[in-house]
C-alpha cells in the first residue's frame, strides 16, 4: 500500500501563473481533504470531498479549485498564483471506519 | 465553529525526562475525536495518539499518554522517557461529529529534545 502519495514535492511558480497539485490514495476512502500549512502555524482546510463528484469548500477556499472524478484522485487546481498560497499542501483521506486521517507527504509551494 | 488552542509554543526537555503539552478545545458536537500528531522536519505528520470523547479511559500508546478532562475541554499529552526522535511539531486536532471527519488545528508546540 503506498497510501496518499502527493506530487510534486516542490514547485517554484511566478505570479500569475497556474497548476495542478496531484493527489492519490490507494486505501479506497470515500473522503478526501486538501489542507495547508503556512510557515510555523497549522493546517487550514481548503476543501474536501466526501466521494466522487461531491466536493466542498473548507476555512480558506479562495484562489483554489478541486475536482474528484474517480474515488482515489483529488487534484486541487491553483489558478493565477499569489504570493500569498506560498506554503506546504497536504492530502489527507479517512474512512469513517478507519481511525484517523492519512496524510501525504506534502507538496511545498513557492510563488515568487 | 470548532476551535483548537495551543498555548505553549516552544516547549524544551532534557533526554530520558517527561513533558507534557497542552491543547485545550471547544465545540459544540457531542461526539468527536481528538487527536494528537507530531510532525518531524520531514514535514511528515504521523499519529501519535487518538482518543474518542465518549470513552472515558484516558488513551495511552506506549512512551506516549493523555489527560482528557471533558467538562474542562482541557487534552493534554505526556511524553514519559522523551527521545531525541521526539523532537517534533506537535498538534491536537480536534474532529468527528458531523464534520465529516474534517480536522480542526491549532498552532502547534514546539518540542526539542535535548540530550
Known amino acids: 500500500n503506498a497510501g496518499v502519495t502527493q506530487t510534486p514535492k516542490f514547485r517554484i511558480l511566478k505570479i500569475g501563473q497556474s497548476m495542478t497539485l496531484q493527489c492519490t490514495q490507494d486505501m479506497n476512502h470515500n473522503y478526501m481533504y486538501w489542507y495547508r500549512q503556512d510557515p510555523g502555524m497549522g493546517l487550514k482546510l481548503i476543501y474536501y470531498?466526501?466521494?466522487?463528484?461531491?466536493?466542498d469548500k473548507g476555512e480558506v477556499p479562495n484562489g483554489y479549485n478541486v475536482s474528484r472524478s474517480t474515488t482515489e484522485d483529488f487534484p486541487l487546481r491553483l489558478e493565477l498564483a499569489a504570493p500569498s498560497q506560498t506554503s506546504v499542501y497536504f492530502c489527507?483521506?479517512?474512512?469513517?471506519?478507519?481511525?484517523?486521517?492519512?496524510f501525504g507527504p506534502g507538496t511545498r509551494l513557492l510563488v515568487l | 465553529a470548532q476551535t483548537v488552542t495551543q498555548s505553549q509554543p516552544e516547549m524544551s526537555v532534557q533526554e530520558a525526562e517527561t513533558v507534557t503539552l497542552s491543547c485545550t478545545y471547544d465545540t459544540s458536537e457531542n461526539n468527536y475525536y481528538l487527536f494528537w500528531y507530531k510532525q518531524p522536519p520531514s514535514r511528515q505528520m504521523i499519529l501519535v495518539i487518538r482518543?474518542?470523547?465518549?470513552?472515558?479511559q484516558n488513551a495511552t500508546e506506549n512512551r506516549f499518554s493523555v489527560n482528557f478532562q471533558k467538562a474542562a475541554k482541557s487534552f493534554s499529552l505526556k511524553i514519559s522517557d522523551s527521545q531525541l526522535g521526539d523532537t517534533a511539531m506537535y498538534f491536537c486536532?480536534?474532529?468527528?461529529?458531523?464534520?465529516?471527519?474534517?480536522?480542526?488545528f491549532g498552532q502547534g508546540t514546539i518540542l526539542t529534545v535535548h540530550p
Open positions: 482518543q474518542e470523547a465518549y470513552k472515558q
Open positions: 486536532p480536534l474532529g468527528g461529529g458531523t464534520s465529516y471527519g474534517k480536522l480542526t
Open positions: 470531498s466526501v466521494g466522487a463528484g461531491i466536493t
Open positions: 489527507a483521506s479517512w474512512s469513517p471506519l478507519g481511525e484517523t486521517q492519512y
